[in-house]
């Protein structure tokens, strides 16, 4: 019983390493892509099964619970993970923009051509 949380945790975390590969063999997400996130999975996984020497490195550096460390990551990972959706949508939105400012050119000109 005093393993529960590491259990669901490690279940939890090959759970999501299947369906990041499903994902990939789907073709929706990239190689690049499937690689960060198949290493963001086993890093998980990793810091589960090694948490007694996370506990012995995290006195070191003043944090008090291993549990704080897990959010400090976890904030630190959501927050680049917004920056990067981020720039992501900006890129998007810059090729959406060019497309129908592509379409428009495309309209008036065939508009100006037509009696």
Do not use: Q
């Amino acid at each position: 019983m005093a393993y529960t949380f590491e259990i669901i945790g490690i279940l939890f975390l090959l759970v999501m390493i299947y369906l990041t590969y499903i994902e990939h063999k789907k073709s929706r997400l990239n190689k690049a892509t499937f690689t960060a996130w198949l290493i963001f999975w086993l890093g998980g996984i990793l810091l589960i099964i090694f948490h007694p020497y996370v506990n012995s490195i995290i006195s070191e550096i003043n944090i008090v619970r291993v549990l704080d460390l897990y959010m400090i990551m976890a904030f630190m990972f959501l927050f680049a993970l917004l920056f990067y959706l981020f720039v992501i949508i900006k890129h998007v939105e810059k090729r959406v923009e060019e497309v129908v400012r592509r379409v428009a050119m495309k309209e008036l000109i065939l508009k100006s051509k037509s009696p």
